[in-house]
């Protein structure tokens, strides 16, 4: 997830884009994260985070995409976090693309942050690389290694399109998952977002290694990247869970998505069924991002539920449940959204917010950033 990322919805580009790299340098960079002030921020968190309650959404890995708001924003969007109470980790981005400076006071925040909320009930905070094209081999080391000194979990985008991968591949001689295994960083306290461009044989690695990853379907086609080989990953046993990547919000379209596309690309009606994308949203999903406590409803595990109002023109059964619930259902079929036993949506309602008088505050911070 980026949390921010509803502040570019609708925002068009001045100057012309031809592919994923100009995408990034010639009009996502300098126009959309490097203008984000902590202020603005906050205004995104806020309206993305309700979306994501509204649709069913209990617990969120987000990566901060702001570089130059280093240091303290973590805990400006820790403060609207919990007033909210949804489950969240929080971490910024770190890379080598704007100064020597950012990179190194981004990954110390992340540090610091995680040390500060280690012990807090629902706010918790990891170590976040951006790729292989904006990090140095040195930079990548360092950053594992501090996270792994104190304990932290970390995260980072992979192969969203073909261009790190042909980065990688004339820089290094090596595809991005072979890089990240020279460097020691694959592991169990990792999570890959994107996965789109990789093969077989970085499968199998990311399987041996336990490494987390996030499926984000409709981010994935709007930039042009491609499909993930979620099934392969599925396949090989590794735990794939779902995000949105801050661009549709709706939880179950993403759900729809994936459920979808994956047929269409293989041209095959029986892949990726109803049920398993089901669990890449409920126990995958808490599975990839390292929390055994949430996911399922067990003995022991944290009270993170959902209720949802059933209603179909059509007979629900245990043979077609999933399909129902994915398909045909929307946010306004969620009824109750509870986070560590406290109630933050009842009776279809998000308790204590007048979502219209958020999303005004939320224009107006969106206009901020497009500079109208």
């Not at 090989?236 to 779902?242: C, D, P």
């Not at 399922?296 to 619930?325: M, R």
Request: glycine share 8%; net charge negative; with cysteine.
């Amino acid at each position: 997830m980026h949390f921010y990322g509803i502040l570019s919805h609708g925002i068009t580009s001045p100057v012309e884009i031809d592919g994923f790299e100009s995408f990034l340098r010639d009009f996502w960079w300098p126009l959309v994260e490097d203008e984000l002030t902590p202020e603005l921020i906050q205004a995104g968190l806020r309206m993305s985070a309700l979306e994501l309650i509204d649709s069913g959404v209990t617990a969120v890995s987000d990566i901060l995409e702001a570089p130059k708001s280093v240091p303290g924003v973590l805990r400006k969007e820790a403060e609207v976090i919990e007033e909210l109470g949804l489950r969240a980790i929080l971490s910024i981005e770190s890379s080598e693309r704007v100064s020597n400076e950012l990179a190194e006071l981004a990954l110390q925040e992340n540090i610091d942050f995680y040390e500060e909320y280690k012990e807090h009930d629902i706010i918790s905070g990891r170590q976040c690389l951006h790729t292989t094209f904006t990090c140095s081999k040195e930079y990548i080391k360092n950053s594992f290694e501090m996270a792994r000194k104190v304990g932290a979990k970390s995260q980072l985008h992979l192969s969203e399109s073909k261009y790190e991968v042909d980065y990688s591949l004339e820089k290094y001689g090596k595809r991005p998952v072979e890089l990240y295994d020279e460097l020691d960083a694959l592991g169990d306290d990792l999570l890959v977002s994107q996965a789109v461009k990789i093969n077989q044989d970085e499968i199998k690695l990311l399987k041996k290694n336990n490494v987390g990853v996030a499926h984000l379907p409709i981010s994935n086609c709007e930039v042009g990247g491609g499909i993930s080989p979620v099934p392969s990953m599925i396949k090989e046993g590794i735990s794939v869970g779902l995000g949105t990547d801050g661009y549709v919000n709706n939880f179950l379209e993403v759900m729809r998505s994936a459920f979808l596309i994956h047929k269409a690309h293989h041209e095959n009606p029986a892949v990726m069924p109803a049920e398993l994308v089901y669990k890449m949203a409920t126990q995958y999903g808490a599975q990839a991002i390292g929390n055994e406590r949430i996911g399922t409803i067990e003995k022991g595990n944290f009270a993170d539920l959902i209720t949802i109002n059933i209603s179909s023109p059509t007979p629900i059964n245990k043979d077609n449940v999933y399909e129902q619930l994915i398909l045909f259902h929307n946010p306004e079929n969620i009824s109750e959204v509870m986070v560590n036993g406290k109630m933050i949506k009842e009776n279809g309602k998000i308790k204590g917010y007048d979502l219209e008088n958020i999303k005004k505050a939320t224009r107006q911070a969106a206009k901020k950033l497009w500079g109208e």
